[in-house]
């Protein structure tokens, strides 16, 4: 059997669904190994934007390669190569995106073993998805369609925005966004404690402290600008914000790394973006200052700063292993002036938000979007934001992906988002 009729197989079987879709790409499978079904082509090359680019580092293909994802990215071609069309192409897109999402899952909590690096450990998924979306890129069916559309229907579906709770009434529901990991420039090999804290979350129940059991549901969100002006906070959030459907959660949280050695629940999420010069994982600018703070785009009319509505007092009673905090700090231009201040206890009547507790980065904004969106749908409902520690602990030998300080660390913060998510009295 040829390299290709191998991929097909696997693909199948990663994707039970397309079963009948791939059949025709095993059918025409040609006996050379580099060949592909003649009405479909897969360039050598395609331009990749600065995320891509760096799958150029071996070290980071190499997260693919010890983690057992490895089988996805090598079958996927085959799977696009069976697409007939752009509705085709756009189903079999969704269905990989689901099917590495829950891969991820499955690693992170143990179902999927497979290579060498942990189980808990963001970085493979985040990897692979990249990987995934170059095979994409290269990609020359002989049909018209709509590649960056199909790309976000392959993110969406690869982050967990199609997965959704069970129908057990007796059940709460509890929604959780992570982001990837950032600042890879510097250092390629970073891992996302949030990233990591919901994969191993997601699905799970936790008991409350009111005894009552919880569903926790989960997203990883790009560190990606242009995403968020596309609305992907709002698409991830909203089902769970909807008080008559069956989605609806009983408590939601945006989590991302944040500063050394603590936890901080942000009392106040804040309208700007002002975290220029810091870029995005694109490499691409916020477009505001603390000199000079913007509106993100797409956002509607709203407050400029939105107070936590999560019951911080129980929340930072769990205090080990690292302390929890309530972050009360915003910085803001007062009514009638130009300049920003800093306040440690939270905005003014009538100022001009600059950052929220979390700054005026993307943390700070998917707090806000989520809970803007919030204040639309269900007011009343615990929301809010919550930094993890920053990540420490990977070796000092540049070759070394993972190392044992680095995993207790990472362990340790994802067991304590889970204490203080079951904490909560709903």
Do not use: K
Not at 90 to 105: F, H, K, N, P, Y
Not at 114 to 131: F, H, I, K, Q, S
Not at 342 to 366: F, I, K, Q, W
Not at 393 to 398: E, K, M, W
């Amino acid at each position: 059997m040829t390299r290709l009729r191998r991929a097909a197989g696997l693909a199948a079987a990663l994707t039970g669904t397309l079963a009948a879709l791939l059949a025709p790409a095993v059918a025409q499978a040609a006996p050379a190994s580099t060949r592909v079904p003649a009405r479909c082509a897969v360039a050598d090359t395609a331009p990749t934007d600065a995320e891509q680019a760096r799958l150029q580092d071996g070290r980071t293909a190499a997260f693919t390669e010890r983690s057992g994802l490895d089988g996805l990215v090598h079958a996927f071609p085959a799977a696009l190569c069976a697409a007939r069309g752009g509705r085709q192409a756009e189903r079999i897109v969704t269905a990989w995106g689901r099917a590495l999402w829950q891969a991820g899952v499955d690693r992170a909590q143990g179902r999927r073993p497979g290579g060498e690096l942990p189980a808990l450990d963001d970085r493979p998924l985040y990897w692979t998805r990249l990987a995934m979306t170059v095979q994409l890129a290269r990609w020359q069916p002989t049909f018209d369609i709509d590649r960056a559309a199909l790309r976000a229907r392959f993110e969406d579906a690869s982050r967990g925005l199609d997965d959704g709770f069970g129908t057990d009434p007796a059940v709460r529901h509890v929604f959780v966004s992570g982001f990837d990991p950032f600042g890879l420039d510097t250092e390629p090999r970073r891992g996302n404690p949030s990233g990591a804290a919901v994969l191993q979350l997601h699905g799970r129940r936790i008991t409350l402290a009111d005894g009552s059991t919880a569903e926790v549901r989960a997203v990883v969100l790009p560190v990606r600008y242009a995403d968020f002006d596309g609305g992907i906070v709002e698409r991830a959030f909203r089902p769970h914000l909807e008080r008559s459907g069956p989605q609806a959660a009983d408590l939601i949280t945006s989590i991302s790394q944040g500063y050394p050695g603590t936890f901080t629940l942000e009392a106040w999420a804040g309208r700007a973006r002002s975290a220029d010069p810091a870029t995005d994982n694109r490499g691409a600018l916020s477009g505001g200052t603390e000199q000079h703070p913007v509106d993100a785009p797409g956002l509607a009319d709203g407050p400029q700063f939105i107070r936590t509505t999560l019951p911080t007092d129980a929340m930072t009673a769990v205090q080990q292993p690292y302390p929890v905090l309530l972050n009360t700090p915003v910085t803001e231009i007062p009514e009638g002036a130009t300049d920003p201040v800093y306040r440690p206890d939270g905005p003014t009547p009538g100022s001009r938000a600059v950052a929220g507790g979390g700054g005026g980065y993307l943390s700070n904004e998917v707090a806000y979007r989520s809970n803007r969106l919030r204040l639309d749908l269900a007011p009343d409902l615990p929301g809010g934001h919550l930094h993890t520690p920053v990540l420490t602990g990977l070796p000092g030998d540049q070759s070394l992906l993972t190392g044992p300080e680095f995993e207790h660390n990472e362990a340790a913060i994802a067991d304590q988002v889970r204490a203080i998510l079951g904490s909560a009295r709903l």
